[in-house]
């Protein structure tokens, strides 16, 4: 005699595609995903709580570990943050190369997200031709700042340094070579068989529920929702580039790789007027060595490669924040799994995980 049960499967978090601590709980009926629990919480860092304890100068290097992928929008969110809450004036010229630092940091970002998703379904080629572009990014970061991962690259009121001779040149190189390299990446996937066949119809995420969960980002934009904070809440210097939001029509994973695949042209396009438009002069406002903003409290956010990342301050008029608190896209995003892998074979699984591009210390912060 034969009989079906349902069964209960743990997914990570050594599992490779889980890319960290994240734990699934999979409740399966044959392949057949019928319900999942997403266990998160490994990391236990309390970053939050840390940062109360600090004053606001030595928070900056703890925001490079909340997203290590991308952690120059991490920089960028809280000194803009900070920097609303005090009322400071970024010179012209820092602006503009916070501007593009951080569009270069999207691409490195996406690239990321590119060649692990892609080894994810198998496609390892991609994997070495993102991460050759990486390298190139990572110098340039390198010699920007001196480091690779964690940049501490900005400081509230400005930057610590100007860019070092020929830099600019090298970021020229690359904006030349770029799309070259991205043609190959698009060659390899956007009309192979196996890798429409993984990606289209899978993981569906509509407008309307994705709204819903709060999700931000390629996510939300490949859903057809216009949403970028670049556009409909404009900080720094970006109301003076032209560029366009890519939106997707059919809410799976293929069209949340088009999304990104695009974004990544466009971030090409603003570093390139950023370059053409940047002004000679300061690189630092006028800030007190020791800060202590004025009573009161700020929400500042900025559009990071996973979405919406946000800050939230509360001071006291004292050189140490009263509260701080982040919103992580990942973590928001995250919530919207068990509902796209609901029905879907567990082989889809990797693929959905992998087309929310999650980093883990953005998720348990």
Not at 70 to 81: D, I, K, P, S, T
Not at 234 to 247: E, G, I, K, W
Not at 251 to 277: C, F, G, N, P
């Amino acid at each position: 005699m034969f009989r079906t049960e349902m069964m209960d499967i743990n997914m990570g978090p050594q599992h490779p595609s889980t890319h960290g601590v994240l734990r699934l709980k999979l409740v399966l009926d044959g392949e057949t995903v019928t319900d999942t629990d997403v266990m998160i919480g490994y990391l236990h860092r309390g970053v939050e709580k840390l940062c109360e304890s600090k004053n606001y100068h030595m928070i900056e290097p703890y925001t490079d570990r909340l997203d290590y992928v991308a952690a120059m929008y991490e920089n960028l969110g809280y000194v803009e943050a900070v920097e609303k809450l005090m009322g400071v004036t970024v010179p012209e010229r820092a602006e503009y190369i916070r501007v593009i630092t951080a569009e270069l940091q999207r691409i490195a970002s996406h690239l990321v997200w590119l060649g692990t998703h892609a080894l994810d379904i198998g496609a390892m080629t991609v994997f070495f031709y993102c991460f050759r572009e990486r390298e190139i990014l990572l110098d340039l970061f390198e010699a920007f700042c001196g480091a690779r991962l964690t940049y501490n690259a900005y400081r509230i009121g400005g930057l610590p340094w100007d860019v070092p001779p020929g830099w600019t040149d090298r970021v020229r190189h690359f904006v030349k070579i770029f799309p070259e390299r991205q043609k190959e990446y698009a060659t390899l996937l956007t009309k192979n068989r196996i890798w429409i066949g993984r990606t289209k119809g899978v993981g569906i995420l509509k407008a309307e529920d994705a709204i819903d969960f709060g999700v931000t980002g390629p996510c939300l934009r490949a859903a057809g929702v216009d949403y970028d904070l670049r556009k409909v809440h404009p900080y720094s210097v970006y109301p003076r580039f032209n560029f366009d939001v890519p939106l997707g029509e059919n809410s799976d994973t293929y069209d949340r790789y088009l999304v990104r695949m695009e974004e990544m042209r466009q971030s090409l396009r603003i570093v390139e007027q950023a370059l053409e438009q940047l002004p000679a002069g300061d690189i630092m406002g006028k800030v007190p060595k020791r800060i202590k903003p004025p009573v009161g409290e700020v929400y500042h956010v900025v559009e990071g490669p996973r979405g919406e990342l946000g800050f939230y301050i509360v001071s006291q008029g004292e050189d140490k924040p009263y509260r701080m608190r982040f919103r992580s896209p990942s973590f928001v995003n995250l919530q919207a799994l068990p509902h796209m892998i609901q029905g879907s074979l567990v082989a889809d699984v990797v693929a959905v995980i992998g087309t929310l591009d999650i980093v883990l210390g953005d998720v348990d912060r």
